[in-house]
């Protein structure tokens, strides 16, 4: 992914943000972490994030999609005694989150995801978030979430965040942000 | 303080919310904390909040200040071998915070607190949060927090959250939620 195109990106971000009310300094925006998992597929897979914090306890960042994009499938493992694999809270702030983990799987899934992404898609359990709507997510589940039409905010509370421990499903996903 | 005062406490602070864009659900308005420490002065002192999430590993809540209203000067302690005290991140959403944190002091504080509580205030290092301003507080370092004129609201991200643990400078406070 080029630099200019993440800028792209950001500033497509910024702008859901603004629809949300949700305020930045001017350094959170420039440096907000864009990631395609290597895809180079930017609008369909990937995420907008910007961690405010991030410390050996806990963890704060706000999560932006745009229309339609998806974040694929992974889990959370066991790093330690002390950090038994990142449990989250997604609380959907703007927009609409559709989060997949595992479970009963929905019999007519609402999220509508590129072929050629499917088939490492393994969890079916829907949980449709709204604005105030939240949901937390164990360490070691599956899971994966895709934005509505309009995209999404979604602030996510958790343990500390190691990203680069994360296991995807999909072999080919490289956990890198593009840029940062 | 009364149930009927609380009540329109929480309208007060469902208000502010909205001019924040910040959407609670109805059951989290309607239990959302308001707490006056016991002096029944809430207007002047004490908070209002919802924890969104509170486990054994982190805890996320929004803080809702009335215009004036501060919250008296206290600190996470020591509580485990796996909690060294609270440690928690302010993060200003919208309005004005003024927070005081142990440290060196301000020549010309901006906060206005009535006399009567003023002898229990020892920490003058002021930080002024702003929409997008954030600060993080590390464990027994002594701290309290005043509004702006229009009020103000706050994410906080922290670690577990024990608030009957806190030890107030004021001997007279009691940390417990006046209506849940």
Known sequence: MKKEDAQTIREKA???????????????????????????DIENLGLQAVTYI??????AKEIILLPGQ??????HPFIS????GKQETFRCRWGKILLYV?????????ARVPDKYRPYLTAWKEVDLRPGDQYT?????KHWFQAGEKGGVVSEFSSTSIDEKDVF???RVKR????E
């Open 137 to 141: 997510i164990a360490p070691d589940v």
């Open 54 to 59: 991030n410390t050996d306890r806990y963890c």
């Open 14 to 40: 910024c702008q859901i943000l603004k629809n949300a009310h949700i305020v930045l300094t001017e350094e959170e925006q420039k440096n907000m972490e864009v990631t395609d998992c290597g895809f180079d």
């Open 176 to 179: 890198i942000p593009t840029m």
């Open 102 to 110: 595992e479970g009963k799987p929905a019999p007519g899934p609402k």
């Open 81 to 84: 005694k002390n950090n038994k």
């Open 70 to 75: 998806f974040f694929p499938e992974h889990r």
């Open 169 to 171: 499903t999909d072999p």
